[in-house]
């Protein structure tokens, strides 16, 4: 439902153009039972075949009570024709109707649903800051249209405000592989969707994975990671993700940096720069045991990150 909706928007040049409901086809129903289109009236003419491949427009007589609307043969004005009143009523698409419901189906919490939504007229939207996980990080969710059409740097203008924050996914249709700036990537909604018990919906841990710059797949995960959004370290020996917060984060994010090169003096290098007050490595990670979970001594005052 989800797909197709997009699909029909992708073919539409703006979004503010009126669609008709013999086009919609099937669709028609669910948008309307969303109330993601509402009726702004009916065509006066339609184009009606008269021989074949002949065609002519003729005009057309409303009847709301019966649903239904009718016109004349064009030659043989005696024989009337009566078609459903829904293939020829005028609809506009509700945008805000619309992303409501796509925020909702991500998890958007309503307080950091975006108020300023529109950020390029017809193509480009911003849904609101996700949630990853339990943890107090965010990161933010646009959602693209046409994205192609666009001037690259149109798009890295708006993507390139600092207020939505950094690190986050633009939804579309399709992938049109665009280097965002701030960290952000576009991703295809099909690749991002499951069914369950008939309804459709986001996966969301794909989501939030991909979110803290891990492969979508947990198959392609490596041993080993850290993402300074979270907090959260994985490392060889540990079952799961540990989330660190505050000033444990930052001294991770040290030795996660530095885990290539010499190990790190706390006093001389981790103290200062993680903004610790603690006058030891063990009392800032909360005790001796726990530290040397992740942490582990080299020599004297010097430490690095646990390797096994």
């Known amino acids: 439902m989800l797909v197709k909706t997009l699909q029909r928007l992708e073919q539409l040049p703006g979004v503010d153009r009126t669609l008709i409901g013999s086009t919609l086809a099937e669709l028609r129903q669910t948008l309307f039972d969303q109330g993601w289109i509402v009726p702004i009236g009916y065509l006066s003419h339609v184009d009606v075949e008269v021989w074949d491949e002949v065609r002519e427009e003729v005009e057309v007589e409303i009847d709301e ?19 459903p009143l829904t293939d020829i009523t005028r609809y506009r698409f509700q945008l805000d109707a619309f992303f409501d419901r796509v925020a909702q189906m991500l998890g958007i919490e309503p ?3 975006g108020r300023r939504r529109c950020l390029i007229g017809h193509h480009l939207w911003y849904l609101g800051d996700l949630r990853i996980g339990s943890s107090h990080a965010f990161a933010p969710v646009f959602f693209g249209r046409r994205l192609k059409a666009l001037p690259a740097e149109q798009i890295t203008t708006a993507l390139s405000d600092l207020a939505f924050g950094t690190g986050g996914v633009v939804l579309a249709l399709t992938d049109p ?3 965002l700036p701030n960290g952000h990537q576009v991703r295809a909604v099909k690749d991002l969707l499951v069914v369950e018990d008939g309804v459709e919906q986001f996966d969301l841990p794909v989501l939030e ?29 540990l079952e799961a993700p540990v989330m660190f917060e505050g000033i444990q984060a930052k001294i991770i994010e040290l030795f996660w940096k530095a885990q290539d090169g ?3 003096s706390w ?6 720069r993680s903004g610790s007050v603690a006058p030891t490595l063990d009392k800032a990670m909360g005790g001796k045991e726990r530290r040397e979970l992740f942490i582990e001594i080299v020599t004297r005052g010097k430490y690095r990150l646990r390797r096994s």
Not at 209 to 237: N, S
Not at 267 to 272: I, Q, S
């Open 111 to 113: 307080r950091f649903a």
């Open 177 to 179: 592989k665009l280097a």
């Open 209 to 237: 994975r991909i979110l803290v710059g891990l492969p979508a797949d947990p198959a392609d995960e490596p041993e080993e990671w850290f993402d300074a959004k979270t907090g959260r370290l994985q490392l060889k020996h």
């Open 262 to 264: 010499a190990p790190l």
């Open 267 to 272: 006093t001389a290098e981790v103290k200062g």
């Open 65 to 83: 009570a019966a649903s239904l609307y009718r016109y004349p043969h064009p030659h043989q004005r005696r024989v009337i024709f009566s078609r």
